[in-house]
Each structure stands twice: as C-alpha cells, then as structure tokens.
C-alpha cells in the first residue's frame, strides 16, 4: 500500500468514521478501515480446517475422503470445489453485511482470501476466473452485484498473474432460492449460457453455494464448450 492511498484510507477514517462488519466497534488503523474489521473480528475469522471432503470441500465429521452427500452423487460437471466459511453465525453475519447492507470493503477481505486459495493450490495455477452471472436486470434494480464487485476487486489483486473472463450469461428465470434442490436444478437448465470458447481450466466464483445446482450447470456448459477441467469456489456453504 503506497503513502497515498495511506493518507486517503486516514483521512476517509477521520472523516467518516467506520465500524466493524461483526462487532460494531469502531475501526482505528487502516488496515482495520481498509477491510471493515477490526483486528480481533478478522483474526477470529478462519476458514473450514481440518479434513474435507475432496469433492465439495466441506469438512468432514467421521467420514474419510468423501462426504456422505457426495458419495451418493456419482454424476458432476465439476471437478472439486473449495469452500471457506459455513453459512451461519458471524460468518452469515458477514454475507448479509457485504451482499445485503452493501458494506463494500468486505470485498477486499474476500478477495485476498480467495486469493491465497488460488496461490497455494497448484490445481489452479492456470485457472481462468469465471464469476457466476447475476439474473438479468440485477445490477439494474439493486445497483451492484456483489460478485461483480468482488471481482473488480480481484482485478487489482496481488495476485497479478489473474486472468478473469465473463463468458457465462443468465437468462431470466424463477428466483433460485425459494426452491427445492431439484426444482432448482430444472429451473436452471437453459437459463445459463455461454458467449464464445470456454478455457481449458477454469475457476468458477460465488459467494454462497447451497444445494449446487447453479455451480453443477455452471460447470455443465463449460465442459459443453471445451473445458476440460471445472473448478468452483465459494466463500460460504449452507
């Protein structure tokens, strides 16, 4: 972090002073105001440890190398996922503040995190980003995507060796979440499509993944398309 963008984070500190996502306290230093943490909140923040299923990446309780989940599930396009955080606690706190409440510095948070995951898993190494597109009028209505966001985010991450492409497109279709795991499945088919060549590897991005069935047909119509190895990452599971 250059001296500039120093003086500009202290001064918007003085200015408009910011709190912590979690606890509500108020943010001191830069780097508490560039992540919108304080320290003792991000420190507390760690991903899934310990043993994970090799496919979804969730952890495992008594299981050895594959979830019960999927164990059951013989057929998937993609090839593994990654997952950092469950979908509840103070970790469902900070979805709802970043994707709900717009508090937008959570994203540089997420980025590097993400980003570590990228440098330290040789699978990736030549992974093409992909985020998963937003319903068509989203951006419109609510203003922003967060994922979107975030990968404007990761556009200026360290990490600069990144390759992004927005190959992938959504049609209008029923709103996901109120529906069934099969249901969504089908309500997705036909909704997701694809603007010129997939990559050979690539690295499909979202920030919730719950039943699967957007990654599934997400990675579906990339292999369709020529690419031979599928990847996703989400920050939380359900």
Not at 21 to 38: D, F, P, Q, R
Not at 39 to 68: A, F, Y
Not at 107 to 122: H, K, R
Request: a positive charge.
């Amino acid at each position: 972090m250059n001296i500039l963008t120093k003086l500009c984070l202290a001064a918007k500190g003085f200015l408009f002073p910011a709190f912590c996502a979690l606890c509500g306290n108020g943010l001191i230093s830069i780097t508490e105001v560039k992540y919108g943490l304080c320290e003792k909140c991000k420190n507390s923040i760690i991903p899934v440890q310990g043993d994970k299923c090799r496919i979804c990446g969730k952890p495992l309780v008594s299981e050895i190398e594959l979830c019960l989940s999927c164990r059951n599930r013989t057929e998937r396009s993609y090839d593994r996922l990654w997952v950092l955080f469950p979908y509840m606690g103070k970790y469902r706190t900070l979805l709802t503040e970043y994707k709900f409440k717009k508090k937008l510095v959570l994203a540089c948070f997420f980025a590097e995190l993400i980003t570590d995951v990228i440098l330290n898993e040789p699978l990736l190494k030549d992974a093409v980003l992909i985020p998963v597109p937003p319903r068509p009028g989203k951006i419109k209505d609510d203003g922003w995507d967060q994922i979107d966001y975030l990968f404007k985010k990761l556009k200026k991450s360290v990490y600069d060796k990144i390759i992004i492409n927005h190959c992938l497109k959504r049609k209008r279709s029923r709103i996901q979440k109120k529906l069934k795991r099969t249901e969504r499945l089908e309500n997705m088919k036909g909704s997701i499509v694809i603007k010129g060549k997939s990559p050979k590897t690539a690295l499909i991005i979202d920030d919730v993944i719950t039943t699967g069935s957007t990654m599934e047909v997400c990675a579906q119509i990339l292999k369709e398309n020529g690419a031979e190895k599928v990847y996703g990452l989400c920050i939380f599971y359900d």
